[in-house]
């Protein structure tokens, strides 16, 4: 058994997963060319885009969320594209519709928004559930059906969904089993002192700076590869179910997380891994996700939200409680 898993580590430790550390490094300093901060915020986009999964993203306006979506998808090499969700927006006007083509003298499809590497859907809960919903579906098949034929998303594929916190008239909040879709909820916090100077030095000096495409779609495919090859240790995997089952059993959770926040732990850890040129994942991968991974995940009695207790200080505990492995 032990020698079984050495000569697997010794295995997983050729994993070459330098070409993932450097483009990821070159990515997020070209982004920071243009945006000021959010370093975290960014290197969990890129984890998200390296396991092909999607993010659900707060913030109050203004806080630059246009722009670094569209700054970090020009970076990528990536198409772009956004949603800007209203209360009238159809399922159609999301994955595309058959129109007629004078032309040809017939029906051809029109393929929508959805049909990028990277999408932003701005506001998604100001429209209609029945299209957050087809919104929503093709995030998690990965492919939309326009007139009974499927179609395919692109690859990567990768949508940042935002929204107010604080708007509530004239909103529909994604229900729970919706939010859980989201490999990752984020908060954008307003930038401190400091990194708010900068943001106006930039705009004075003129036009914001061109950033350029650091690597395509092709190149991130193989980089999801590479991630797919990170060594993850047995003990790492019991560390994820202990974190994940302790949500089940605390006193102050009403509903846990389920297995697939287990899995989003397993799989965005050894993409953190790589980024940061590990070929193996160690339990602080796992501790720095787990408030993106699960605060969108759990619900607090309300008993315990009057005694002021929220989601993230529930993590920490659940941090504190559960032992860290060697
Ligand atoms: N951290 C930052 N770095 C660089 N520019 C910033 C930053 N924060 C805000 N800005 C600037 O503030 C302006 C607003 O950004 P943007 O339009 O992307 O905000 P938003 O979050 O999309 O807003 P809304 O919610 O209204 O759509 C832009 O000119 C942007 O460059
Ligand atoms: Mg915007």
């Given amino acids: 058994m032990e020698a079984a898993k050495t000569s697997a580590l010794e295995e997983f430790q050729h994993v070459d ?191 914001m700076p061109e950033v350029e495409a650091i690597t395509d779609p092709e190149e991130l495919v193989e980089m999801q590869q590479i991630v797919n090859q990170v060594y993850i240790d047995e003990v790492i995997l019991n560390y994820i179910r202990d974190l994940v089952q302790k949500t089940r059993s605390d006193p102050q959770i009403l509903m846990g997380a389920g297995p697939r926040a287990s899995l989003v732990l397993m799989k965005c850890s050894k993409a953190r891994a790589a980024i940061l040129g590990r070929s193996y994942v160690t339990p602080d991968d796992i501790r720095d996700l787990l408030i993106p991974t699960l605060n969108h995940r759990l619900l607090i009695r309300p008993e315990a939200e009057l005694e002021g207790v929220d989601v993230v200080s529930i993590i920490t505990k659940i941090l504190e409680e559960v032992p860290t492995p060697l």
């Fill in 17 to 207: 997963v330098s070409p993932v550390r450097n483009v990821a490094q070159d990515v997020l300093t070209e982004v920071s060319r243009v945006i000021v901060g959010y370093g975290d915020i960014l290197q969990n986009m890129f984890i998200s885009l390296l396991v092909n999964g999607h993010i659900y993203l707060e913030g109050v306006p203004g806080l630059a969320k246009s722009v670094m979506a569209k700054t970090f998808a020009k970076t990528l090499g990536c198409t772009f594209k956004r949603i800007q969700f209203t209360p009238d927006l159809l399922p159609s006007d999301i994955t595309g519709s058959m129109i007629y083509d004078q032309k040809v003298a017939d029906f051809v499809v029109r393929r929508g928004p959805i049909f990028a590497n990277f999408v932003l859907a701005d506001e998604i809960n100001r429209c209609a559930p029945k299209t957050q919903a087809a919104m929503l579906e093709a995030m998690a098949e990965k492919q939309t059906t326009i007139e009974g034929i499927t179609y395919p998303m692109m690859v990567p594929f990768i949508c940042v969904a935002t929204a107010n916190p604080i708007e509530q008239e004239g909103t529909y909040p994604l229900p729970e089993a919706q939010l859980d879709r989201f490999l990752f909820k984020l908060w954008l916090d307003y930038p401190d002192p400091e990194n708010e100077v900068e943001i106006l030095r930039r705009q004075q000096e003129g036009s």
